[in-house]
């Protein structure tokens, strides 16, 4: 399929069937930590890229062909709200099942009244706010003209007003960028006023095309849990966990997952012992043929961490 993947399994939302609207990458935002490499063009107008019966016909046949999905998430290669027709897709995601569904975005585009309308039927948003000053978010996440910082509280804390759905707020922590003590009080004063049901602290453990971009420590990690926990409830969710038992066809899964973030070869491998439990040649003979293909590469990061990527994306 071109639009949906998975589902993939993740602890915030259970079994994940990933939808992705936007041609790669289309972005508002071209952030220091992207997984999906730089934004070389920013795209900063909404667009039906695709058409949204394609895409709601695709949904209808990963509902009808899998038993296990516990969420139905917008997310993929850049701003999802980007998408001209996210509001009529939620829409008739809830006419066909009683499967939430969740939307996975930066949040630049909230200061939109059309678009904090679409979202509106979404039962869980989840934006980003990787900084609580102007400087800091022009060095994070690096908007397009115009998307300056003012407009992106603005809009968050406009969307939390007439939303009632599930707000959980997105703090990427970068080491030696918004780990210090006076970054996430700043971080902290924003959240007062957005009021989110939750934070989810998520670290760069993906590569990024920044070598600067670093993991934070385990005390900066504690610290920021601290600050934070006294404005709102901290989640720092573990990794998800990927599931193949559902998947018809191996290849074609890596490559979807692979397209949108780059994949964990640990994660990949404790998939393949899953599915083929006691019979370590079996899943080493997988990784070879996928391997084999052609169609990724790997890339290994400064703590030895492996990770999958499509061949020829540099
Ligand atoms: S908002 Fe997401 S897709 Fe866009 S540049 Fe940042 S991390 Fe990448």
Redesign the pocket.
Known sequence: MKHVFGPVSSKRLGQSLGVDVLPP?S?????I????GK?RIYVTERREFFPREEILAEIKQAIDGSAAIDWITFVG???TTLYKGLGWLIREIKKITDIPVAVIT?G?LLSFKEVRDELLQADAVLP?LNAGSAELFDRI?RPAPGFTYERHIEGLIEFRKVYHGMLWVEVMLIAGMNDSTEALQDIALVLEKVKPDTVHLVLPTRPSTESSVRLPSGNAIARARLILSHVVKVVHPVKGSMNLKSTADIIETVIAITKRHPLQERELRNALDELIPDEPDQVELVIRQLLGSGKFKTVTLQDGEVYWVPAGND
């Open positions: 990458k972005c508002t935002w071209n952030c930590y992207c997984q999906l934004t290669s850049g701003e930066n630049s980003s996440d």
